[in-house]
């Protein structure tokens, strides 16, 4: 039972990541045919959150890899080359991106980057859907394929595919959060970009039965049922988005695409399980121990809420439409000057030191333990224990640097001030 519960992590954290890294990487690809005084724009408005939105990419390695280690093994060396170059490209985004922002006015080439490198990502995105839903070559779950084997025309049309989609959802996420677009070249936009999205869907669907080796089952009732259902309500967002393209209010296109997407992604799941790696690699063989599934379950259960609340966070802070920021004139020196902040007393660096010397020991504590309890191994303590250890230390640590910052030990704000 647990090997499903990760399952639907993984493909919880995979939908979370298409929906919210997709409009930053659809974005990054739409600047590059905006004109250069909205390129800046557009990456403000990505700067926002898209650090947040990655981590659930970095999520489902962590789920894949502990909770379905067979799965892992065959798929990563099978698109060993598209991920390396995705990774790049990811890394190279955020350089082009965040390069761009302290820049404070437009610099061509950080611009262009941040686009590029989008594009790139997205491709390599695509190009391992494709292999991952053509199957890789297997034998007694060990890879035994070629380095060029997830080249092929049904990962060409996927890469394609992937493209338009985070193209949509950017123009949708652009009507959201920006004031630029005219209401004509909105629809008109989103309404060419839905269409090509909707004829990728066809083409893709039709030919996945002949490109996927695994068989479909839709003649089982509750299986036909689930696909028709996720089916049904990805038109109906259609039609809702391409109703809301040009009109108000202006989140609802985002809401549209995000839940075609979502939907999509189901469906796909619906007709494969419980296969994850085709043609025949089912979640049970491909599941970790019941011990790892039960650490696995846990430990990303309680990282789950707080990479939702910073998501959650980070939305309502850059809520409404984005406004280009006016720069204020430096003020004189005599403004900027502050008091320094008062010195701590002798002796209390060394505490802050063996304090959290000590909270590192417990965590490696915990973890140590935590390996043991998991493997049935020692009955010293048990998973609540190592949970509560864990939290106990996290919140000392918090407690203590909090306390630390009140009385003037941090002089980060200081020194902001003084340069402000």
């Known amino acids: 039972m647990l090997e499903y519960v990760g399952y639907a992590l993984v493909l919880f954290s995979l939908g979370m990541y298409v929906v919210l890294d997709g409009y930053d990487l659809g974005v990054g690809m739409l600047s590059l045919a905006a004109k250069p005084e909205r390129r800046r724009e557009y990456g403000e408005i990505v700067a926002t959150a898209w650090d947040a939105n990655e981590s659930w990419l970095i999520l489902v390695g962590v789920v894949l890899w502990a909770g379905l280690p067979g799965a892992y093994a065959v798929v990563l060396p099978s698109v060993y080359l598209p991920l390396i170059v995705m990774l790049v490209a990811i890394i190279l985004r955020g350089l082009g991106l965040e390069m761009q922002s302290a820049a404070g006015t437009y610099r061509r080439g950080w611009a262009l980057l941040f686009g590029w490198a989008s594009l790139t990502a997205t491709v390599c995105q695509g190009l391992v859907l494709g292999a991952l839903l053509t199957g890789p070559q297997q034998r007694n779950g060990t890879f035994q394929g070629g380095a060029l084997d997830w080249f092929g025309l049904y990962g060409v049309l996927c890469a394609l595919g992937l493209v338009v989609v985070y193209l ?27 269409t090509a999205t909707a004829i990728m869907g066809l083409v893709l669907g039709l030919l996945l039965q002949d490109a996927d080796p695994q068989q479909f089952h839709l003649g089982q009732p509750v299986r036909a049922v689930l696909f028709w259902l996720a089916v049904a309500v990805a038109v109906v967002a259609a039609v809702v988005a391409w109703y809301g393209f040009g009109r108000g209010p202006d989140w609802r296109p985002f809401a549209a695409v995000a839940t075609m997407t979502a939907t999509g992604l189901l469906g796909l799941a619906v007709v494969s399980m419980p296969v994850v790696v085709p043609p025949r690699l089912t979640v049970h063989q491909a599941a970790s121990p019941h011990s790892s599934q039960l650490l696995l379950v846990l430990g990303v259960g309680l990282c789950m809420p707080f990479v939702l609340a910073y998501n959650i966070y980070a939305w309502r802070s850059f809520r409404g439409k984005y406004s280009d920021p006016v720069e ?34 417990l965590g490696i504590l915990a973890t140590a333990l935590s390996q043991d309890v998991f493997g049935g191994v020692s009955d010293l303590i048990g998973p609540i224990g190592v949970v509560l250890l864990g939290c106990t230390a996290l919140a000392a640590w918090v407690v203590g640097d909090r306390r630390d910052h009140r009385a003037g030990y941090f002089d980060t704000d200081a020194e902001a001030e003084t340069t402000s």
């Open 328 to 361: 204020n004139p430096v003020p004189p020196l005599s403004a900027r000057v502050r008091p320094l902040p008062a010195v701590p007393a002798p002796g209390s660096a060394p505490r802050t030191i063996v304090r959290r010397a000590l909270l590192v020991v």
């Open 168 to 194: 949509l959802a950017g123009a949708a996420w652009l009507q959201d959060k920006t004031e630029g677009w005219s209401r004509p070249e909105v629809r008109r936009t989103g309404r060419s970009l839905l």
